[in-house]
Antibody, heavy 117, light 108 residues
Framework: QLQLQESGPGLVKPSETLSLTCTVSGGSISSSSYYWGWIRQPPGKGLEWIGSIYYSGSTYYNPSLKSRVTISVDTSKNQFSLKLSSVTAADTAVYYC?????????WGQGTLVTVSS | EIVMTQSPATLSVSPGERATLSCRASQSVSSNLAWYQQKPGQAPRLLIYGASTRATGIPARFSGSGSGTEFTLTISSLQSEDFAVYYCQQYNNWLALTFGGGTKVEIK
């Protein structure tokens, strides 16, 4: 059964870079059938797609975040990562990693990242 | 960007009653529409894809319909575990996914 697990700091200072890693288990991130992605949810609000990556490294980002986002993949570790630069309080959210086939399934459990000094 | 609009924002329903949730796309997404259920403190769970196909393990009381720009999620007889927030999501352009704002189904 495919499982995804987010990891990374739960607290980031304003203007710094948020960095998270998603570890995939129970399947290969190199499968040609899937993309892998990040989605976030500010407290009490809705879901926002951040971006997606293919195992080859091709990336697609939400235009509203594109200037600050980098998603990368490490097939040797079966992981993919998110970097979001110049964060502000508005970036405080639960960050989910997920497998994408158009639909989002399965999801990681999510990790809360708070931006605060 | 395809904008997804859900209505109502909150739906108050008694257990055993029928709930009907709506989702509208700003342009046609064909049948490339999914529904998710999210309970407090949990990640969303895929319920419906292809506008009307239930995901593995989803009870038959959940059904989806629609195509193009208008979609509906129906829960035929609400159970206690169904009170949650529901999101629609288009994947017609699945390299630019967008979600609706959500409908909270609460106990009346």
């Amino acid at each position: 059964q495919l499982q995804l697990q987010e990891s990374g700091p739960g607290l980031v200072k304003p203007s710094e870079t948020l960095s998270l890693t998603c570890t995939v288990s129970g399947g290969s991130i190199s499968s040609s059938s899937y993309y892998w992605g990040w989605i976030r949810q500010p407290p009490g609000k809705g879901l926002e797609w951040i971006g997606s990556i293919y195992y080859s490294g091709s990336t697609y980002y939400n235009p509203s975040l594109k200037s600050r986002v980098t998603i990368s993949v490490d097939t040797s570790k079966n992981q993919f990562s998110l970097k979001l630069s110049s964060v502000t309080a508005a970036d405080t959210a639960v960050y989910y990693c997920a497998r994408l086939t158009g639909t989002v399934h399965p999801w990681g459990q999510g990790t809360l990242v708070t931006v605060s000094s | 960007e395809i904008v997804m609009t859900q209505s109502p924002a909150t739906l108050s329903v008694s257990p055993g009653e029928r709930a009907t949730l709506s989702c509208r796309a700003s342009q046609s997404v064909s049948s490339n529409l999914a529904w998710y259920q999210q309970k407090p403190g949990q990640a969303p769970r895929l319920l419906i894809y292809g506008a009307s196909t239930r995901a593995t393990g989803i009870p038959a009381r959940f059904s989806g319909s629609g195509s193009g720009t208008e979609f509906t999620l129906t829960i035929s007889s609400l159970q206690s575990e169904d009170f949650a927030v529901y999101y629609c999501q288009q994947y017609n352009n699945w390299l630019a996914l967008t979600f609706g704002g959500g409908t909270k189904v609460e106990i009346k």
